[in-house]
């Protein structure tokens, strides 16, 4: 057929064929420098994985052998709270208190004090923050009021508006000196948003957070710290109770061997303690003086149910010897009949409050008036 073909046709189709040729010997070319590149890479991270391995001293693995070994420290760091060399994470909602509670555990820890007044402390070496959030000011400030007694056990690397990339080598190298130059024991990061944002890490994404807390941990082992305490925040959307975790990926609150709590109705703060061997049910914290932190009363509902029985209580000192469904309808802490019916028959069960049964009715009265009327 190529006899019926000019000779520009053949011309252009040997052009043709060439061109054709050329962009297969261009694509085995392309193709041997992405596997070329390819090897090379594999090579690069191989030599990196081996220059960050870092493994334990060999020694017998058997449970055998372990279930012999004598452990001669104490088992906790904060009794019934926080285990010696685990990890915590401290959550808090928005301006509840976050940084002056890790400060006033930190007195504890250096003065050996129980913390809230009532789990006992023990501490190797000192604590160690890095502040990243407030100004040196402010967190001086802050600590001041607390009157702690051995302030030189109380380590600050004041960070705010410089940046500690601990993804990077440089960045860990950076923390692992400052640790160990300062003797730390305890580490405590504050906040933990500060510390996502410098290692080019999104909250939300659980593989980046997963690989920087993995960072953390190498970071702790290699300064020779024996627990790390991060202060994160909760989402500002409001929790139920124990539903409360730390703002983004769900891997944060996945790695602590410890989880504490902090929260705010009102006035008050609320704070529990649930992890691995350790639990602490919520607990309303007061401040001395001072601003040391004690424990008040009970937990959120408890709070809640005593707002309501004090109510059904002032009602009826208000208007006495009205009918039971007249007396709870008044009633503006709740609108569950339920919690109406348990108000008021736990007033009467706490003296406060008398009943009155007369045909198929229940009259309630304050209890002193009912002692006064049948003297």
Known sequence: MTEDLTAAELESLQALADREQRKAWKFEDDLEDVRSRAAMLSIVRQE??????????????????????????????????????????????????????????????????????????????NVGFFNCEMTKRDWRDYAALLQVGQTNRVRAWHLRGYALPLLSDAGSAAAVEWLRRNEVGFWVLDPWSSITKWAGVSENSNDEVGQLLLRLDQIKLEAGVSELFICAHTGRKEHERGAEHARGATAVDDWPDSRWILTKAGDERYLYVEGRGVQMPELTLDRDERCRLRIGGGSRAATRRQARVDEVVKIVNAQPGRNVGETIADMQTTSNDGEKRAAWKQGVADGRLEVRPEGNNKYLFPAESVNQGGA
Do not use: H, M
């Open 48 to 125: 990196e994985a081996a220059a960050q391995l870092k493994l334990p001293a060999p020694e017998d693995a058997s449970l055998a052998a372990l279930l012999v070994e004598k452990f001669t420290d104490e088992p906790f760091t904060v009794d019934g709270l926080l285990k010696r060399g685990t990890n915590g994470l401290f959550t808090a909602s928005y301006k509840t208190g976050k940084t002056s509670t890790a400060l006033d555990l930190a007195r504890c820890l250096v003065d050996g004090e129980p913390f809230l007044g009532a789990y006992d402390t023990t501490l190797e070496g």
